[in-house]
């Protein structure tokens, strides 16, 4: 479930570090970027230094893809985050964060994002005891986001916490119980972003 092919390690080359696409895969001496961590190709040709432009867009390429979000979505993000109050672009960071399928893989229920969208998808997840199926939902501070107390929901949960390596971030906690679950303690924070990004450049280029 949640299987990403191919061209998607790629990025991680590209961008020069990684995306953590793979799910766990990324964790281990597997991980193509650990591997060969130069751009895809036979032939490695020396590349131009980027432009002001190209820089700008690459970290906003870079978001994009550490999410999984399209250009339509990603500019309701930013419409949103340019009308809020402080900064706009660890208000915009902060949204992308709150986002279910996010949180889904940050609590590790899910081995990437990827497979925290298909798990939303298919009904494994529910929001203050409601299901929510929409990847994209925004959860509040104080929301529980619980597994579904059947079977296959399960399985496929307690399969990513026995490989999941990294820490819950500070803005969510877990619990330990039989039916796994989280709580949202408070909104998401610019410490509590996982992805190296210059979100100022990525302001720079939409405000244009």
Same mark, same amino acid.
């Given at each position: ?73 990603? &500019? ?5 985050? =340019? %009308? +809020?109050? #402080?900064?706009?672009? @660890?208000?915009?960071?902060?949204? /992308? ?48 986001v619980r597994v ?11 399969a990513a916490l026995?490989?999941?390596? &990294? ?5 969510? =906690? %877990? +619990?330990? #119980?039989?039916?796994? @679950?989280?709580?949202?303690?408070? /909104? ?21």
């Amino acid at each position: 479930m949640g299987r990403i092919t191919g061209p998607v390690c790629r990025l991680c080359r590209r961008d020069g570090l990684k995306l953590f696409l793979k799910g766990s895969r990324c964790d281990t001496p597997k991980c193509a970027f650990e591997r060969r961590p130069t751009p895809p190709g036979m032939v490695q040709k020396r590349r131009s230094k980027a432009t002001d432009y190209g820089l700008r867009l690459r970290e906003k390429q870079k978001v994009k893809h550490f999410y999984g979000v399209l250009e339509r979505q990603f &500019r309701t993000y930013f419409a949103r985050a =340019s %009308r +809020g109050k #402080g900064n706009t672009g @660890e208000t915009l960071m902060s949204l /992308l964060e709150r986002r279910l399928d996010n949180v889904v893989h940050r609590l590790g229920f899910a081995a990437s994002r990827a497979a925290a969208r298909q798990m939303v998808m298919h009904g494994h997840i529910t929001v203050n005891g409601h299901r929510v199926d929409v990847p994209s939902y925004l959860v509040k501070a104080g929301d529980l986001v619980r597994v579904k107390n059947r079977v296959r929901s399960l399985q496929l949960v307690h399969a990513a916490l026995a490989d999941f390596r &990294r820490d819950v971030p500070s803005f969510l =906690s %877990r +619990g330990e #119980g039989a039916v796994p @679950e989280g709580r949202v303690d408070r /909104l998401p924070a610019a410490d509590d972003i996982s992805l190296p990004v210059q979100a100022n450049l990525i302001i720079e280029l939409c405000s244009k």
